[in-house]
């Protein structure tokens, strides 16, 4: 396993940079990051950002909004919120394993006397309150972990930042997206920094107090990361993106995450049609979205086209039947 550091607090660099040691440090089997943002919302690749924000606050305070690679939610990053990175092979599997690897954050809080749970498809709680989001890419035989960990994060920002839909707070059974959050310094019995949890992360992930030498990024690989920022995560068309015009909007929110449609049919035939959500999946949605322009918007036809696609590899958990409730009636 190999260790690389970033000295930026830039999102949209560092999630460059985690994109890049995905795809091209590929003589490495595991790698370790630990990272931090200022004030940012990083949204999941599948959202629709601006369901997901609460644009006004967010400009008035200079917020970075950047998507990621990884389906699932939107989370807020500041510097007092720490992510960390597991890159690594795998062989013969597009399922999504968080709990495997949010073990090292659950067994470092352990040794600091808090007990933390891995809990519902990507959170990790304490007291059943969620201090770690998690997400996962796969491409290629590898499989890219991320979590956002709340460790003395300004919570009331986070709550101002994010407009999270009503549906999602009902599903989890608050009131409000402050209630369901919590950082860990609140938890501690001896006080400590972030960049101390930083270093007892990493001493785990490393197997204790060994010397850890970190990846030196050359002149060509930070070339290479701030062309991505140029060409990707510091661009609107990627952060933001294009809603299409619809006439028609649906949405179901499932134990896999929420689904929602936007569509543009006319004359019963569908001209657009894009899916949103927080939920996981692998590939390009484009080739299902593409598949069912200019078939006719009824159930038959529909079915008849989603019945050569793999749900499964795009929509992780989510059935045809399922997809097909986000669709039509």
């Not at 030498?213 to 062309?227: A, F, V």
Request: proline share 2%; net charge negative.
């Amino acid at each position: 396993m190999i260790y690389v550091t970033s000295d930026s607090t830039k999102p949209q660099f560092n999630l460059a940079l985690e994109e890049y040691v995905f795809e091209y440090l590929d003589e490495y089997d595991e790698i370790f990051m630990l990272w931090q943002n200022e004030p940012s919302i990083i949204v999941g690749k599948h959202q629709n950002t601006i369901e997901e924000i609460n644009t006004k606050y967010v400009k008035e305070n200079n917020i970075h909004v950047v998507r990621r690679l990884s389906g699932g939610g939107a989370v807020y990053h500041d510097l007092g919120n720490l992510n960390y990175t597991i890159i690594s092979k795998v062989e013969g599997s597009n399922t999504f394993d968080f709990k495997t690897f949010s073990q090292p954050v659950i067994d470092v809080l352990a040794d600091l006397g808090i007990k933390a749970e891995f809990t519902g498809r990507n959170d990790i709680v304490i007291g059943g309150q969620k201090f770690c989001g998690n997400a996962q890419y796969m491409k290629k035989g590898k499989v890219l972990h991320h979590g956002a960990i709340l460790f003395d994060t300004e919570l009331n920002i986070l709550g101002k930042s994010l407009k999270v839909s009503k549906d999602k707070i009902i599903s989890k059974g608050v009131k409000s997206v402050r209630s369901r959050v919590t950082n860990i310094k609140d938890h501690l019995k001896k006080e400590i920094t972030v960049e101390d949890f930083k270093n007892l992360l990493l001493k785990r992930m490393f197997g204790g107090d060994k010397e850890i030498l970190p990846y030196e990024l050359s002149e060509e690989d930070l070339k290479n990361i701030n062309e991505l920022v140029e060409k990707r995560y510091g661009t609107w068309e990627w952060n933001y993106g294009e809603s299409p015009e619809f006439n028609i909007r649906k949405s179901n929110r499932f134990q896999s995450g929420k689904v929602e449609t936007l569509i543009d049919v006319d004359r019963g035939v569908i001209k657009e049609l894009k899916f949103y959500g927080d939920f996981f999946g692998h590939g390009d949605l484009e080739n299902v979205e593409n598949k069912l322009i200019g078939i006719k918007y009824n159930e038959n036809d529909i079915k008849d086209v989603l019945k050569d696609v793999d749900i499964d590899y795009y929509f992780s958990g989510i059935s045809m039947e399922e997809l097909l409730s986000c669709i039509i009636d």
